[in-house]
């Protein structure tokens, strides 16, 4: 883990109060398209994850904050899509690397909305798959149903599987 990691989990731990608003910010950040590039947010949750397991945090507004953002973030992806259409296809680092737009579409046309779904654990292709969402024309009330659905699962999972981690270092810890 990076130092600012390290840093920012410290922060966490002396100001609990911020924990939902932190995780509203980061998870945004992770499912909005090009900001996802800059900030990783992935290992955040982990680490915040992990350290539930120590008693440390609760894990409960550390899920709703990350759902929250979740929903924020690829719901804007999805407007971006929707009102800018082909045009955000044009924008680095979308034309660097075309191979992963007809990654997103292909799986667009084999699964169909549930893409949405799968596309909150698929690191590459998630800020994609919102884009495309929004670019296909599909309803604002359907994308809303299943990225619902994989907004509040991945914001569920990913910090559990920290939790998990911690957890299982703390039974390891106790044979020593």
Known sequence: MGSWT??????VERNQEWLPLMMVLFAAAETTAFLSLLVPSTPVLMAVGALAATGAVSFWPLWIGASIGALIGSTFSYWLGRRYGSAVLAMRPMRDHPELVTKAQVAFAKYGPA?????????VLRPIVFLLAGMSGMRLGRFLLWNTLGSVTWAYVVPKLGQFGGDLIGWLWSFL
């Open 115 to 123: 893409t949405i779904l799968v596309g909150h654990f698929t690191t």
């Open 6 to 11: 390290e840093t920012f989990i410290a922060f």
